[in-house]
C-alpha cells in the first residue's frame, strides 16, 4: 500500500471549505475505481465496456472452444445439464457478425476443454454419457477449421473433466480438473502435437477444479478459489502468486497485451454466481476490478479478437443445485479499453456540510462517492446525496451531485466509484 498512498498523496487537492477565518479546507483524492471489489490507484486503465454480439443459434454451457484466425469456435457442452452431452460445434466471424454450424465432434462431452496450436484446435477430456452416469474421458481429438474435420489423437494419460488447457511453444498442457467430484488433481500432462505424444510434468502445489488458465509472456497462470499459480515451461516449475477475491469456481479467463481478465464464476457452495471482473497484471502481480459483467456468468468459451473479448454460452447460476438457471444464447463482448473512469473534476463548498461533487462519468451507470478523513489507511464510507440514498443515476457524462459531509472534521478526502 505505501505506493498507493504516494500516489494518492499526489494526487490531492485541497480547497477551501469554510470562510477563510476558519482554515478548514477539504482534500479530494482524485481516485476512481472501477467496482467496489478493491482499491485502484488513480491511473487506472479505462474500466472497459461491454456490448453484444448475435446470439448464439443454440445455448450451451460446460463447453468449451477457442479462437483460430478471427474466428471464434464453441465445442461441445450440456443442455440442460442433464440431458446428454453435446457434440455441436458452432463458428462465429465478427465481420459478419454471423454463426455457421461446423462438423459434430465425434465424442459428445461437457466439462471438456480446447486450444488451437498452429490453427488446428485439440479438444482434451471431458465427460460423457447419460447425467448420473457419466464417464470421465481421456479422449483427444483434433479439428481443422480449413477443411471441417475432425482427427483422433493420442488420449491423455489421466482422464478428467473440469479441467484447464492452454498452449506455449506449440505445447498443450492439461491442468488439474477431477476423475471424480468432487476430488481434486494436481496432475499436469503435455502434449505434443508433432509427435502425438503425451508426458507428465510438475504437479500443481495442490489440487484444482473448474479452473480457468492464460498464458501471459510465456508463463501459464491457473486460477481457482482465491488462488493464483504461474507455471514456467521452461524451468518446469509452479510458484504461487497473489491471491484474488472473492472464492470462485468455474472462472472464464482471456489475455490482452500481456494482462489476464477474469470473469464470473461461482460460489464454492455452488449455490452463488459472479458478475465480477478482474485485471491481472502478471509483472505486478496484481489484480484490480474492471467493469461488471451485464450479467451473471459462468463456464462459457471465452476468446479474444483484435484486443475484444468474446464471452459465448454457459449458464447464468449452476444448475444442479439451483433453480431456473439460464442458458445463455447471448454473446457479450468486453473491450478493455472502453468505458471512462470515473474522475472527480471539481468541488465546491455550498455550506458548512454540503459539498457540490462534479465527476467525468457515463449516462445510464450509477455511481457513489466515498469519503475518509484518512487517506493513508482510510476506513473509506459511502456518503450520502442530498436527493436522498447513496448512490446516482448518471444521465450524462458530466455528473453532478450534492453530497452530505460531516461538520466536525479538518480534512476530507473524496472519491467516486462505479457501482
Same mark, same amino acid.
Given at each position: 500500500?505505501?505506493?498507493?498512498?504516494?500516489?494518492?498523496?499526489?494526487?490531492?487537492?485541497?480547497?477551501?471549505?469554510?470562510?477563510?477565518?476558519?482554515?478548514?479546507?477539504?482534500?479530494?483524492?482524485?481516485?476512481?475505481?472501477?467496482?467496489?471489489?478493491?482499491?485502484?490507484?488513480?491511473?487506472i486503465a479505462a474500466p472497459g465496456s461491454w456490448t453484444q454480439a448475435a446470439d448464439l443459434p443454440s445455448p450451451a454451457s460446460?463447453?468449451?472452444?477457442?479462437?483460430?484466425?478471427?474466428?471464434?469456435?464453441?465445442?461441445?457442452?450440456?443442455?440442460?445439464?442433464?440431458?446428454?452431452?453435446?457434440?455441436?460445434?458452432?463458428?462465429?466471424?465478427?465481420?459478419?457478425?454471423?454463426?455457421?454450424?461446423?462438423?459434430?465432434?465425434?465424442?459428445?462431452?461437457?466439462?471438456?476443454?480446447?486450444?488451437?496450436?498452429?490453427?488446428?484446435?485439440?479438444?482434451?477430456?471431458?465427460?460423457?454419457?447419460?447425467?448420473?452416469?457419466?464417464?470421465?474421458?481421456?479422449?483427444?481429438?483434433?479439428?481443422?477449421?480449413?477443411?471441417?474435420?475432425?482427427?483422433?489423437?493420442?488420449?491423455?494419460?489421466?482422464?478428467?473433466?473440469?479441467?484447464?488447457?492452454c498452449t506455449v511453444g506449440g505445447i498443450i498442457y492439461a491442468i488439474g480438473g477431477t476423475a471424480s467430484w468432487p476430488s481434486?488433481?494436481?496432475?499436469?500432462?503435455?502434449?505434443?502435437?508433432?509427435?502425438?505424444?503425451?508426458?507428465?510434468?510438475?504437479?500443481?502445489?495442490?489440487?484444482?477444479?473448474?479452473?480457468?488458465?492464460?498464458?501471459?509472456?510465456?508463463?501459464?497462470?491457473?486460477?481457482?478459489?482465491?488462488?493464483?499459480?504461474?507455471?514456467?515451461?521452461?524451468?518446469?516449475?509452479?510458484?504461487?502468486?497473489?491471491?484474488?477475491?472473492?472464492?470462485s469456481y468455474g472462472l472464464m479467463s482471456s489475455t490482452v497485451d500481456g494482462t489476464i481478465y477474469l470473469f464470473g464464476g461461482?460460489? *464454492?457452495?455452488?449455490?452463488?454466481?459472479?458478475?465480477?471482473?478482474?485485471?491481472?497484471?502478471?509483472?505486478?502481480?496484481?489484480?484490480?476490478?474492471?467493469?461488471?459483467?451485464?450479467?451473471?456468468?459462468?463456464?462459457?468459451?471465452?476468446?479474444?479478437?483484435?484486443?475484444?473479448?468474446?464471452?459465448?454460452?454457459?449458464?447464468?447460476? *449452476?444448475?444442479?443445485?439451483?433453480?431456473?438457471?439460464?442458458?445463455?444464447?447471448?454473446?457479450?463482448?468486453?473491450?478493455?479499453?472502453?468505458?471512462?473512469?470515473?474522475?472527480?473534476?471539481?468541488?465546491?463548498?455550498?455550506?458548512?456540510?454540503?459539498?457540490?461533487?462534479?465527476?467525468?462519468?457515463?449516462?445510464?451507470?450509477?455511481?457513489?462517492?466515498?469519503?475518509?478523513?484518512?487517506?493513508?489507511?482510510?476506513?473509506?464510507?459511502?456518503?450520502?446525496?442530498?436527493?436522498?440514498?447513496?448512490?446516482?443515476?448518471?444521465?450524462?457524462?458530466?455528473?453532478?451531485?450534492?453530497?452530505?459531509?460531516?461538520?466536525?472534521?479538518?480534512?476530507?478526502?473524496?472519491?467516486?466509484?462505479?457501482?
Amino acid at each position: 500500500m505505501k505506493e498507493t498512498n504516494e500516489k494518492l498523496n499526489e494526487t490531492a487537492t485541497l480547497l477551501s471549505r469554510h470562510p477563510a477565518k476558519h482554515r478548514m479546507r477539504i482534500a479530494i483524492a482524485v481516485l476512481s475505481i472501477a467496482s467496489c471489489l478493491c482499491l485502484l490507484p488513480p491511473a487506472i486503465a479505462a474500466p472497459g465496456s461491454w456490448t453484444q454480439a448475435a446470439d448464439l443459434p443454440s445455448p450451451a454451457s460446460a463447453t468449451s472452444g477457442c479462437v483460430v484466425d478471427g474466428i471464434v469456435y464453441v465445442i461441445g457442452g450440456l443442455y440442460p445439464y442433464n440431458a446428454l452431452p453435446l457434440q455441436a460445434v458452432w463458428a462465429y466471424d465478427p465481420r459478419t457478425n454471423s454463426w455457421t454450424q461446423k462438423k459434430d465432434m465425434p465424442t459428445a462431452r461437457r466439462f471438456l476443454s480446447a486450444t488451437a496450436v498452429d490453427g488446428i484446435i485439440y479438444v482434451i477430456g471431458g465427460t460423457g454419457g447419460a447425467w448420473g452416469a457419466q464417464v470421465v474421458l481421456k479422449t483427444v481429438e483434433a479439428y481443422d477449421p480449413k477443411t471441417d474435420t475432425w482427427v483422433t489423437k493420442a488420449p491423455m494419460p489421466t482422464g478428467r473433466g473440469l479441467h484447464a488447457a492452454c498452449t506455449v511453444g506449440g505445447i498443450i498442457y492439461a491442468i488439474g480438473g477431477t476423475a471424480s467430484w468432487p476430488s481434486r488433481l494436481s496432475t499436469v500432462e503435455a502434449y505434443d502435437p508433432k509427435t502425438n505424444q503425451w508426458t507428465t510434468k510438475r504437479s500443481l502445489p495442490k489440487g484444482i477444479v473448474f479452473p480457468t488458465a492464460s498464458v501471459a509472456n510465456g508463463l501459464i497462470y491457473a486460477f481457482m478459489g482465491t488462488d493464483t499459480f504461474a507455471y514456467d515451461p521452461q524451468t518446469d516449475q509452479w510458484t504461487a502468486k497473489s491471491q484474488h477475491s472473492p472464492w470462485s469456481y468455474g472462472l472464464m479467463s482471456s489475455t490482452v497485451d500481456g494482462t489476464i481478465y477474469l470473469f464470473g464464476g461461482m460460489t *464454492e457452495d455452488l449455490y452463488g454466481s459472479y458478475d465480477l471482473s478482474l485485471a491481472y497484471d502478471p509483472t505486478q502481480d496484481r489484480f484490480s476490478a474492471r467493469r461488471k459483467m451485464p450479467r451473471t456468468r459462468l463456464l462459457s468459451v471465452c476468446g479474444v479478437i483484435d484486443g475484444k473479448i468474446y464471452l459465448a454460452g454457459g449458464v447464468s447460476i *449452476e444448475p444442479v443445485v439451483n433453480p431456473n438457471p439460464v442458458y445463455y444464447k447471448t454473446v457479450d463482448v468486453f473491450d478493455p479499453q472502453g468505458g471512462v473512469t470515473p474522475q472527480i473534476l471539481s468541488l465546491a463548498c455550498e455550506s458548512t456540510n454540503h459539498v457540490r461533487v462534479a465527476w467525468q462519468g457515463e449516462a445510464g451507470l450509477r455511481y457513489g462517492v466515498q469519503s475518509t478523513t484518512k487517506v493513508a489507511n482510510g476506513p473509506w464510507t459511502r456518503i450520502n446525496f442530498s436527493s436522498g440514498g447513496n448512490s446516482f443515476l448518471a444521465t450524462n457524462s458530466l455528473v453532478e451531485a450534492t453530497c452530505l459531509v460531516p461538520t466536525a472534521d479538518t480534512n476530507r478526502f473524496f472519491r467516486v466509484l462505479e457501482l
